[in-house]
């Protein structure tokens, strides 16, 4: 009998060694199956980051050079100050974009002082009207006027004005240039301009 007993008490030393180890197990995974969450989730977080930063990589080097301003087909990078025709475009200029091809280049931008710019270019003498037939012509539009062909932005808003690469200035340049709806003699403010002429 004594054995027995012994043998029993040694079975149920056993069985209850067994079931702290269970509960001892069930402790330590709690915590375990919390980091692990916690892990899931900034690893999920740092994937959806990551996948954000190529989303915007990609999307800077889909523009030629990664330049914002260039348009789809330009072969040539402009310099970050683009001076157009042989005058820099005016500082400040909003809404700029440009395309190259061949030697040639076209760049558009709005700005509220492009009456020094066109003297500077030499487009226009100071001391001329703004509408000379000298210099230019009425552009035959409607209420828009397209943009030179691979040039992206927003159209020229009519009435407007080019000042042509065979005037009387010979300087080679072309300039387009948003006029005012209502004082006949002077630009829409701020003006929208579209210059094409040969890179140096």
Not at 113 to 128: N, R, S
Not at 184 to 190: A, I, K, Q
């Amino acid at each position: 009998m004594p054995d027995v007993r012994e043998a029993g008490d040694g079975a149920t030393s056993h069985e209850a060694g067994h079931g702290a180890g269970r509960d001892g197990e069930a402790e330590a995974s709690g915590p375990g199956r919390r980091r692990l969450s916690c892990l899931a989730v900034v690893v999920a977080v740092l994937a959806a980051g990551a996948g954000g930063l190529v989303w915007l990589f990609q999307s800077h080097l889909s523009q030629p050079f990664g330049d914002d301003r260039a348009c789809d087909g330009s072969d040539t990078k402009l310099p970050q100050a683009i001076s157009a025709g042989g005058a820099p475009i005016p500082t400040g200029a909003s809404d700029v974009h440009y395309y190259t091809r061949n030697g040639n280049a076209e760049v558009t931008f709005v700005s509220g002082e492009v009456l020094d710019y066109l003297h500077q270019a030499g487009v226009l003498p100071e001391d001329a009207p703004l509408f000379d037939d000298k210099y230019g012509t009425k552009a035959e539009a409607g209420d828009e006027v397209a943009l030179p062909d691979g040039l992206c932005g927003s159209p020229l808003r009519g009435p407007v004005w080019v000042y042509d690469a065979t005037s009387a200035t010979g300087s080679g340049v072309s300039v387009m240039v948003e006029c005012s709806p209502v004082d006949t003699e002077s630009f829409r403010l701020p003006t929208r301009v579209a210059v094409t002429y040969r890179l140096p």
